[in-house]
């Protein structure tokens, strides 16, 4: 593959296709077809791009031109040949169980109001009429359970056929494995649910993607969908994800008085259902309830894009029945979608980090869903050009999956003069250095002594997911920096009381604090120390990765590019930019400075060995020094499995303080019990 001219850094240009004979046209389609087929999955099963999207259109439309000028040449297994089909032939695809409807929905009141008159005519439903439900804005999936114990799981798909992601849906805490409760157990269910990232998860995934400087997604909702598609459920198995249910495709051996019983029921057996759902019957209790949730969106930890309105009378539904693809029984209404109009003032580039140079488009300050917003990354001078946008043009602005502030679209002003298009400038905008362009990304090769990228550097140094100095933020660096008084970061370890003082915003007892907090805080391990380094593609979870494969510094900082690589996540071009990054002489001297001023960098335990390999833990109770998710980490991490109930393959149930009557039954089964002391110790 790697002679395929098309892969590494395709052409903006292609010769004219009559130009080409036969024979080259045909090698050219091939290549085209192998070149497209890699960055699909690139893009949609690995979620990391090689190449910007409108690089991949050249590509693509290249390909169709071709075939369009040769068609005897055109392959039938050609990706022009399944457009919007995603190729993760690698899933199983499955069979629902019952096709997986998706639901009417509208913005207006007037729409709702109809469907309301119309269910009152149909019928005499009895009261409450309605289930009141948040539209979770996720990913839909079908969740089966045989006799209590969990099957599989499916994405929606087409609503008839899915994805079968089991693997990855079962590393989720919130799913139960097998249903709590012995009593009413139907012997075959399968539900229907959303899985969801929470904005803060999301935070986190964005931000550990862009210092791995992989494509980020969108929004929690193309997170999720992008999360749980992966191959490898390890890397599934640390997302923040979580399920809400709320529907039952199938059931046998059980059946339900209404649809509010059956969420409780669902809710009994522990699959999760939200405590937003509520009882309705008017149409004032729906728009109150639309209001309600319209007002507490901001602060809910997951997406909803509106509320759904459902018959709780289970007969009715069957009455009222479908159409094509939606039930008569149910309706979405929809909050109006988070996108303003304004204008943008201007681009401007930013440079990070890592020396990557980043299009900011500053803009006109419009409130959005509740948010003021002035500035929307562009991300790079292609998606600028794709999106045609210059100063002084009207754009549509939206935030994107609640969170990150986005130009959606240029809003056209026919007969308005525009200004010139956008383009990267050709020098640093901040140490004039040469630039150079690496695939979609333009990159100020100077490194730290480019003050924008040592500024950010000891920004990320000092941030929470690395060193963590409380008060040396973006206005410290930016000073620390300007003044001459840091070149590289270990001369933060060299500034004295009296210097900090000397900083704008600064007084003695402050200056003192920070002094402290960095001489304190001296002794790093080794993951946080490989991050706050700010290695490129290294972020956080890399960094930690890499710190338990070496375990000490000497170690990693010789290790060639295939002792990496043998490393499970760590992909070439993390483990070439480490490498890079050892031998580098300027970095070398770095080090070695940063030991003489006492940081002193403690190594991390390799894997321990999988001492609980094989065992079964069930928590009970409340543990002291454990929420229940680390504890259940704890277990994992060693080897051992953490399960919902007692059963004959429990081995230990650890009992806290209020034990339910998993203890009772523990005893019943004659499982081993330990308090939170004996837990402790076997983890040691
Ligand atoms: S019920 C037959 N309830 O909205 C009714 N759907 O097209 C089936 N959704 O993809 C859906 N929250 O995933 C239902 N409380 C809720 C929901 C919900 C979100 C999603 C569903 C579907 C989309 C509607």
Not at 114 to 127: E, P
Not at 165 to 189: A, C, E, G, W
Not at 371 to 393: C, M
Not at 497 to 526: M, P, R, W
Request: aromatic share 6%; proline share 5%; charged share 30%.
């Amino acid at each position: 593959m790697a002679e395929n001219p098309y892969i590494g850094n395709p052409p903006a240009k292609f010769e004219p296709p009559e130009s080409l004979s036969r024979k080259e046209a045909e090698n050219q389609m091939h290549e085209l077809e192998e070149a497209v087929e890699y960055h699909n999955v690139q893009y949609y099963i690995k979620n990391n791009p090689r190449i910007s999207d409108a690089a991949f259109d050249r590509l693509f439309h290249r390909l169709q031109e071709l075939e369009s000028e040769f068609p005897d040449l055109a392959s039938e297994s050609s990706p022009t040949q399944r457009i919007g089909t995603v190729p993760v032939d690698a899933l199983k695809k499955v069979k629902h169980e019952s096709i997986m409807l998706s639901l009417d929905s509208a913005l207006e009141n007037e729409k709702i109001r109809d469907f309301h008159r119309h269910i009152q005519a149909s019928g005499d439903w009895g009261k409450p009429l309605y289930v009141l439900e948040p539209k979770w804005d996720g990913l839909s999936i079908e969740v089966v359970y045989e006799q209590g114990e969990f099957m599989r799981d499916t994405t929606r798909g087409d609503g008839r056929t899915g994805e079968d992601i089991t693997k990855n849906i079962k590393t989720i805490q919130t799913l139960p494995l097998r249903l709590q409760s012995d009593v009413n157990l139907p012997s075959f269910i399968a539900v229907r649910g959303e899985v969801l990232l929470s904005k803060s998860g999301f935070q986190d995934v964005y931000r550990r993607r862009v210092e791995e400087n992989q494509a980020s997604f969108a929004n929690p909702r193309n997170a999720v969908a992008g999360i749980v598609r992966q191959l490898d459920s390890r890397q599934v198995a640390d997302k923040p994800l979580t399920i809400f249910f709320y529907e039952v495709l199938r059931i046998e051996d059980g059946q339900f008085a209404s649809h509010w019983d059956k969420l409780n029921r669902l809710q009994e057996w522990g699959l999760r259902t939200h405590n937003l759902n509520q009882h309705g019957s008017t149409f004032d209790e729906i728009e109150d309830y639309r209001q309600k949730l319209s007002d507490q969106r901001e602060d809910l930890d997951f997406e909803i894009d509106g509320i759904v309105i459902k018959l709780n009378h289970l007969q009715g539904r069957n009455t009222l029945g479908k159409r094509q693809c939606s039930p008569r029984w149910a309706m979405a209404w929809k909050f109006p979608p988070k996108k303003e109009v304004t204008r943008l003032k201007d681009i401007v580039v930013q440079v990070g980090r890592t020396g990557i140079l980043t299009p900011v488009a500053l803009l006109e300050p419009v409130h959005v869903g509740g948010v003021t917003v002035s500035r929307a990354t562009l991300h790079n001078e292609e998606e600028v050009q794709k999106k045609d946008v210059r100063p002084e043009d009207k754009v549509r602005v939206i935030r994107a999956g609640d969170v990150i502030p986005e130009i959606h679209s240029r809003i056209k002003e026919p007969g308005k003069k525009r200004t010139k298009h956008f383009s990267m400038p050709a020098k640093c905008p901040v140490c004039q250095t040469k630039l150079v362009r690496e695939g979609a990304y333009t990159l100020c090769p100077a490194g730290l002594s480019c003050k924008a990228q040592l500024k950010g550097r000891l920004e990320h140094y000092a941030s929470r997911s690395a060193v963590n100095i409380d008060t040396l933020g973006d206005k410290v660096a930016q000073q620390l920096v300007e003044r001459g008084m840091v070149h590289s970061l270990p001369d933060l370890y060299t500034l004295s009381v009296e210097e900090f003082e000397s900083l704008e915003g600064f007084a003695k007892k402050s200056a003192q604090k920070l002094f402290d907090a960095i001489h304190e805080n001296k002794t790093l391990s080794l993951d946080i120390f490989l991050c706050a380094l700010g290695i490129r593609h290294v972020g956080e979870h890399i960094a930690r990765v890499a710190a338990r494969a070496f375990g000490d510094l000497d170690s990693l900082a010789q290790a060639s590019v295939s002792d990496l690589e043998r490393i499970d996540e760590i992909e070439p071009e993390i483990a070439e930019s480490i490498v890079h990054f050892f031998q580098e002489k300027e970095n070398q001297k770095i080090l070695k400075r940063f030991e003489k001023l006492g940081v002193h960098v403690k190594p991390v335990s390799q894997p321990s060995k999988k001492t609980l390999s094989g065992k079964t833990f069930v928590f009970t109770g409340a543990l002291s020094r454990y929420t229940r998710k680390k504890a259940q980490q704890a277990v994992e991490s060693l080897g051992g499995r953490a399960a919902s109930s007692v059963s004959g393959q429990t081995d230990y149930v650890v009992a806290g303080e209020d034990p339910g009557s998993k203890l009772d039954k523990a005893k019943e089964e004659g499982v081993e019990i330990l308090d939170e002391s004996d837990f402790k110790k076997l983890l040691k």
